[in-house]
């Protein structure tokens, strides 16, 4: 068994524990509603729609897989989890952390699309390419997260105790027995690679529309812009964190750093994005 914690003080996990509480079903009942209203209404059966549907499964399951156990935890004395079912919780974060990195950059080049070749929009983005590219994203995020994990397997000694409220990689290596130099230098490649890739496409994407935004009519470029701000929202709240977590300086308070910035990506972030994406957004309202 493996012992988890948010907070060792009893006070302060019951405190916490209403606060998470609601922040799951806000995140549970807002990411349904954003797909029932999609699903049901023909108008928004747009490739864009269909990446947000996608964007709302991935937060669903981000906040599953890690806020339930997290409530059960608050009101525990003793936070535990098995080694198989931590092993299974990071192994389903990594999948769905590095989805989230390579969906959002499908959608900036949606928009892009969109702003940018207006009169081809319905050709390069016509229905099996949107389906081709959201398998693609799957299988090489699968490729990329997953698969090395089978490969360079950890070997977890005692203490058991992990410095986190789930079971996340950085944390996890602390209880290897074996030496973690080598699974470090592979995780912070595969994280270079899952993050920063999908993010400088982000970044040359809203370049571009914004390039193309500013050579329009005035009246038009408001509207432009406003399909654009509830995407670049999600970017900055989900990268910032991300970058935060796998990149930021290590030390002695390295890991009390990524586990509240952690909790930005898995629990806040699932919250906001289906808010974002409703208050920003004539259609969906």
């Known amino acids: 068994m493996i012992l988890l914690g948010f907070s060792d003080d009893l006070n302060t996990n019951l405190c916490l524990f209403p606060i998470f509480f609601l922040i799951y079903v806000l995140s549970v009942a807002g990411n349904c509603l954003i797909v029932f209203v999609v699903v049901l209404n023909s108008a928004l059966h747009t490739p864009m729609y269909f990446f947000i549907i996608n964007l709302s499964f991935i937060d669903l399951c981000y906040s599953s897989s890690a806020i339930p156990k997290l409530l059960v935890d608050l009101l525990s004395t003793r936070r535990t989890i098995s080694v198989i079912g931590c092993l299974i919780q990071f192994k389903v974060i990594l999948l769905i952390g590095a989805t989230e990195c390579q969906l959002l950059a499908i959608m900036a080049y949606d928009r892009y699309i969109a702003i940018c070749r207006p009169l081809r929009y319905h050709v390069l983005m016509r229905w099996n390419v949107c389906y081709l590219l959201t398998a693609f994203v799957w299988c090489f995020s699968f490729m990329v997260s997953v698969m090395p994990s089978f490969l360079l397997p950890l070997l ?32 912070f490649s595969l994280s270079f690679v899952s993050i920063f890739p999908p993010f400088i496409f982000i970044v040359t994407s809203y370049i571009c529309i914004i390039c193309s935004v500013l050579k329009i ?69």
């Not at 203490?159 to 602390?174: D, G, S, T, Y």
């Not at 970058?243 to 509240?260: A, H, M, P």
């Open 156 to 187: 977890l000694c005692y203490p058991n105790q992990v410095n986190h409220f789930m079971c996340e990689i950085l944390a996890l290596l602390e209880l290897s027995c074996d030496n973690i130099r080598i699974k470090k230098i592979v995780i």
């Open 217 to 285: 009519h005035s009246t038009r470029r408001y509207k432009a812009f406003s399909t654009c701000t509830s995407h670049i929202l999600v970017v900055f709240l989900y990268f910032g964190t991300g970058i935060v977590t796998y990149f930021g300086q290590s030390g002695k308070d390295s890991l009390n750093r990524e586990k509240y910035a952690s909790i930005f990506y898995v629990v806040v972030a699932p919250m906001l994005n289906p808010l974002i994406y409703s208050v920003n957004n004539r259609e969906v309202k």
